[in-house]
């Protein structure tokens, strides 16, 4: 039995050079529970520009979610975590609103994917079309050359009376 819950996080300020900017990221998310019993994970992939927030809709430990969140401690696995619409900005907060967001959305999502698949069949398609047009003009031209067998039709001499 579960007494009580408190959740922390634990986060990081660095400045990467190549972007010439700071970034803040979630190490690790720790639930005390029980008043002395602490289960840790680790956060992977949660990261975002010091000047703007992170978004996600799923940021959990479950797989099917892309655990973002690690196990960390062996009491941490007997735990599965998970925020939903989950938002947070370490820096730059004013006017107590967030600042745009960096999105945790990958590049190949489902959709994305499906999109590249079905635009790759298009092409194919398109390219049979086209050379096939190409190979019709050339079965045409080669028509043009082809000799013909010329008839000849025997003289014949109308006479016309009167």
């Not at 989950?86 to 600042?99: E, H, L, P, R, Y």
């Not at 590049?107 to 398109?126: K, N």
Request: hydrophobic share 40%.
């Amino acid at each position: 039995l579960v007494l009580s819950i408190k959740g922390s996080l634990q986060l990081s300020n660095t400045f990467y050079e190549s972007s010439g900017q700071w970034w803040f990221s979630v190490d690790s998310v720790s639930l005390l529970y029980n008043i002395s019993e602490e289960a840790a994970f680790n956060a992977s992939e949660v990261y975002a520009p010091a000047s703007s927030s992170y978004r996600c809709i799923h940021v959990s430990s479950l797989e099917r979610y892309s655990a973002l969140l690690l196990p960390g401690t062996d009491q941490a696995r007997r735990w599965s975590i998970t925020f939903t619409d989950f938002q947070i900005q370490a820096f730059s907060v004013t006017s107590g609103k967030f600042s745009p967001a960096s999105d945790c959305t990958t590049f190949l999502t489902p959709a994305i994917l499906m999109g590249l698949v079905t635009s790759l069949i298009l092409l194919l398609v398109l390219a049979y079309a086209l050379h096939m047009l190409i190979h019709l003009k050339h079965i045409e031209h080669d028509e043009e050359h082809k000799t013909f067998k010329s008839y000849s039709f025997e003289k014949v001499y109308v006479s016309y009376m009167y």
